[in-house]
């Protein structure tokens, strides 16, 4: 089973505009978008502050283990996270059945305005991921199975030319 849909450079530049677009909008430090696996898949902002990577993998976890808390109260879903911290802030907001966005933004900022970038930035971000999945539906990637420590160069590489 894929987790995500083939991925080209197209996808990956209107995901990344979409990302960069939320962080001017709400004056976040940075922003991911990440699989539920834990894989970062692409992000803007922030590279050289923070371990993507990881935070990408806890993320995902968090996310994750917020849903179980939610089957576990008998509600349906959680659709999303905030974690206040002193200097900084994470929001975690669903995007599909696959992937996640993550913004990172400093603590004195209101979350409010985060979500209301984000929500843009997650339906944008929702149809090009559908649009992946339409023009190759038969075709995807496991990030789990390619056993990859950091996917986001992974995504960087042109698609082979198989017409």
Do not use: H, W
Request: proline share 2%.
């Amino acid at each position: 089973m894929f987790t995500l849909p083939q991925l080209i450079q197209e996808d990956i530049s209107g995901m990344e505009a979409a990302l960069a677009a939320l962080i001017t909008g709400s004056e976040s430090i940075s922003a991911f978008v990440i699989d539920k696996g834990g894989f970062l898949v692409c992000g803007k902002g922030g590279g050289d502050q923070f371990d993507t990577t990881t935070v990408a993998a806890l993320s995902a976890a968090t996310y994750t283990a917020n849903q179980a808390i939610a089957s576990l109260i008998g509600e349906p879903n959680f659709s999303s996270i905030y974690q206040q911290g002193e200097n900084f802030s994470l929001y975690i907001s669903n995007i599909d059945e696959q992937c996640l966005l993550a913004v990172i933004f400093n603590a004195r900022l209101s979350v409010g305005a985060v979500k209301y970038y984000a929500a843009g930035t997650t339906k944008q971000i929702a149809g090009q991921l559908q649009r992946a999945r339409e023009r190759a539906p038969d075709q995807g990637i496991d990030l789990a199975m390619m056993n990859i420590t950091d996917s986001a160069g992974f995504f960087k590489q042109k698609p082979s030319d198989s017409k």
